[in-house]
Each structure stands twice: as C-alpha cells, then as structure tokens.
C-alpha cells in the first residue's frame, strides 16, 4: 500500500485529503483558509489575490504530519486565475481571479476583434467571458497599461503552485483540464493559440508546456513526486469517478450542466464550453444564470426562512404547479442567450395562486432550465445515462422527488466530500504508479465511487416530462426563437 495526497486550493480555502493509493480510501484531511492579504480594516479585493496566501494556507492546512509518509501529490486549484510573471519570475501583480466582471467590456471587445463568437468556438472551443485569463489580460492592457507591459509569462493558480512546489524550476508546466479553460488553448487540436494571447495582451509571453494526465511534473527538492494536476472542475469529476454517459450538474446560485464525451465540442452559439478532463477525454459545459437564486428569491417572495421550508411547501403541491410556469431568468440568461430578459410567472389563475404552487414552479423551473442546458449537449451527441447533483440544494426533498423525472435520467446524489482534493490525490496516485511501472499511463486506477443515494425516473418519468412540456410551451409562447423555435 502507497499513500499519496491531493491539494484543492480554492478561492478561500486549502483542503488536503491523504489517501491510500490501491483503494482512495481517505486517511487523512487537513483545512485552512486563505489569509486575508488586505491591510488592517480594508475589505480584500475578491478579484484579486496575493498567491503567496496561498502557499500559507497551504502549509497551515499540511502542519501536524499531514503528510508524513506520503510518496507522491497532486495539486487541484481553483480556475480563471491569471497569475501575470516578469522575466526574472516574479509577480507583475497580484493575481486576477474568479469571475472578474470588471472584464466583460473586454471579453466584448475581444469577441469583435476576432470576427465574433463562432470563430472564438471554432479557435479554442470557448467564446471569451469575463472570468477567462484571455479576458483578463485584455483588462490589464486597458486599465494598468504598464503592468501589462511587464508581462512576460502567464500561469494559472494551478500552475504557480506546482512550480512553487518544485522550487521554481525554469520549466513551468501545465495541464490540459486548466489550459482549456484559458481562452488561449484548444481542447480539439491539444495546442495554443499564441496569438490570441498577443491579441489580448499586444505582446507575446511565454506559456507553460502541457502535460498528459499520468505525466509527473518533477519531483520536489524532498523528493517528493509532483503529478501534473489541474483545475478544480476536472479535479472534483476525475474525483466522483464520472465517465463516459454521466453528467454533473452543480446546483450553484448559478448552474451548470458537465458532461463526460470522447471529443471537443465547437458551439458556434457559444453555449457549449469546451474544457479537456483530467483523464483524456473532454467536459463540455453548458452553464446557466439562474438556479438556487431561483430558489431563494421564491422563498424571500413567499415569506419563507429557508430553502427547506421552501421545498417542504412545494411538496404541498402537486407535480405541474397547477398549471403555475415560472421561467427563472433573473439574472438575465445565458441558456438560451437572454442576457437582457427577466423571470416570469405565468399560468396564475384564480385556483393556482397559492403559495405552494408558486413554490412548486420554482423548483421546477429551476430544473427545467438545466434541462433545457442538458438538452443543448443531447443535441450534440452527448449520451446522457445518469445525471450526477451536486450543491446543498441537491439534498432538498423538493429537488429530489422532481429531478429525475424533470432530467429524464437516474439522479445521484453524492455524500458532501471534498471531491477536487480527492481527484487531485488519484491523480498523484496515477502518476506514482506510472513511475513504479505498476500502473499503464491510459488507465487511471479504480478507486472506489462516491458513496450516494440514487433515484430512478421509474413512473414518474411521463408526469416529469409532461411538466417539461408545460414550460417548454411557455418559453417558447415568452421566448419565440430562443432555442430554434420559429418566430
């Protein structure tokens, strides 16, 4: 038996899991938050981070002998960070990270600049959004102008600390899962795209070489063995064990609709984002604007405390709301492109205007938005046979009675665990046993599944997909065109 450990450094926090490398079983777990890097009563700037806070949590959460017999780690991270180098390696500035609205007249500017969202899909499998490292250089090169000048290297928080790790080698390494979400490399052709990082920046900057998913990335001046890690996304699927057939769905404030397929999808809409997995194959995702925010804007309508009280309200009705339609666009929506629109709440008669009804259609609006986003990868040739939720609201009895029948798929819900940290440790294991030669490099090892409570569609699937229709009918009568639909 072998030990190894897998890292997930998130926006706020590092949790470490120590696992038994035969089995996945979880010996071991470490935790600590990111330190607060603003000045004494300053509110830290969310969009940006000193990634040294990082290395701090990190070696908070691996104190007290973590890690003590452990033969080889891996390194999960959060994504769309742009950690911005000069030529001698030091930071131009703090890291850009998360979902930078600051940057959404950039990636605009960049989607004009290219010839528009279908030559982004067919380029690098992604049309640009503000949260992408492309997106962000395009910010820097408008609002700090002399920063942007400096840049002479480009890493992900990924990225930076495995070569942190490593001791700073010149050698900087990436891999694929958190390449594909840069906006600058292709999962379909597995190359950068230099030039779009010279159309973000104005210049060129070097950018970490690509490693496969059992490749080490070196080992640490300890001697410990380093994997190739990844992206927080591919880390927490390559860590439920998902494959070929399952899709995750991430109940989220917004949602997102992940799916296990053999190829890179090219969306000309843009709908469809094309990341790469951590194991060779690719995750086409679909994302939506609204979900729980669906949710808890009904229950804040409705005068109830919390999203439980909300679902025990809506079990009170009956599947299809009476005839109640709320079409949870928000936000705006990004599945369809609605970026403009609001929610509406439609089918009110004087019988159905009761307030588990309205609960009622939140829940199934909700699910019938992902849906509509799973629908738009089904279209496309992606096999749907289980349907994985993920977020405290897939443990709400309202989401549960209505999921698989909405879905059309059985639905499993996966015990909360720390599913990146995981993933990141059977990568470790993967690379360690490439190493030793008791592992092929195209097979991962077979650790045991997520423990889960499953849900079969069984009879409820026709009454599901009858309330499916319903919304369709009032989405389509609100929103002609939306999703083909003639006007």
Not at 31 to 38: K, N, R, V
Not at 246 to 262: E, P, Q, R, Y
Not at 271 to 276: D, E, N, W
Not at 341 to 363: N, Y
């Amino acid at each position: 038996m072998g030990i190894v450990a897998g890292l997930d450094s998130s926006a706020a926090f590092t949790r470490i899991v120590v696992c038994d490398t035969d089995t996945g079983a979880v010996l071991r777990q470490g935790y600590a938050p990111h330190p607060q890097t603003g000045e004494a009563g300053e509110e830290t700037n969310k969009y940006e981070a000193d990634p040294q806070s990082w290395l701090l949590s990190l070696g908070e959460a691996a104190s007290g002998g973590l890690l003590e017999g452990v033969q080889a780690i891996g390194v999960s991270a959060q994504q769309h960070g742009l950690v911005p180098l000069d030529r001698q390696g030091n930071l131009v500035r703090p890291a850009l990270i998360g979902n930078d609205k600051r940057a959404q007249v950039a990636a605009a500017d960049l989607i004009d600049s290219l010839g528009g969202r279908s030559a982004w899909a067919e380029a690098v499998g992604s049309v640009p959004q503000a949260a992408q490292p492309v997106a962000k250089l395009r910010w820097l090169v408008r609002e700090e102008p002399e920063a942007a000048a400096k840049i002479a290297s480009l890493l992900q928080p990924h990225d930076w600390l495995v070569w942190q790790l490593l001791g700073r080698p010149a050698r900087r390494i990436t891999d694929r899962g958190a390449a594909s979400g840069s906006g600058y490399w292709s999962a379909a052709t597995g190359a950068y795209r230099p030039d779009l990082v010279e159309l973000a920046l104005g210049h060129t900057a070097a950018l970490p070489e690509v490693l496969g998913p059992s490749d080490s990335a070196g080992t640490t001046p300890e001697g410990l063995l380093i994997s190739a890690g990844t992206g927080e996304t591919m880390a927490a699927a390559f860590g439920l064990g998902v494959s070929v057939g399952d899709v995750v769905v991430s109940l989220g404030a917004s949602g997102s609709v992940m799916a296990v397929h053999h190829e890179a999808l090219s969306d000309p809409s843009g709908m469809i984002t094309s990341f790469a997995d951590a194991t060779g194959m690719h995750l086409p995702v679909v994302h939506t604007l609204n979900a729980v925010r669906a949710l808890r804007g009904t229950a804040e309508l409705l005068g109830v405390e919390d999203l439980e009280a909300l679902s025990a309200l809506a079990l009170t009705s009956t599947p299809g709301a009476s005839g109640v339609v709320l079409l949870p666009y928000l936000e705006g929506e990004r599945t369809p492109q609605l970026p403009h629109t609001a929610g509406t709440l439609s089918g009110l008669r004087r019988e159905s205007m009761k307030r588990e009804h309205v609960a009622r259609a939140a829940f199934e609006g909700m699910l019938c938005s992902l849906a509509d986003a799973m629908d738009v990868l089904r279209d496309r040739g992606v096999e749907v046979r289980r349907v994985f939720l993920l977020g405290a609201a897939a443990e709400l009895p309202a989401v549960q009675a209505a999921a698989p029948g909405i879905l059309g798929a059985q639905v499993v819900v996966p015990q909360p665990a720390d599913y990146a940290a995981v993933g990141a440790a059977r990568q470790a294991a993967w690379a360690l046993g490439v190493s030793e030669g008791t592992l092929d490099p195209q097979t991962p090892p077979a650790w045991q599944g997520a423990a889960a409570q499953v849900f079969e569609p069984g009879d409820d699937l026709p009454v599901g997909q009858a309330v499916r229709k319903q919304y369709e009918a009032t989405r389509d009568q609100i929103h002609p065109g939306a999703f083909g639909t003639p006007s």
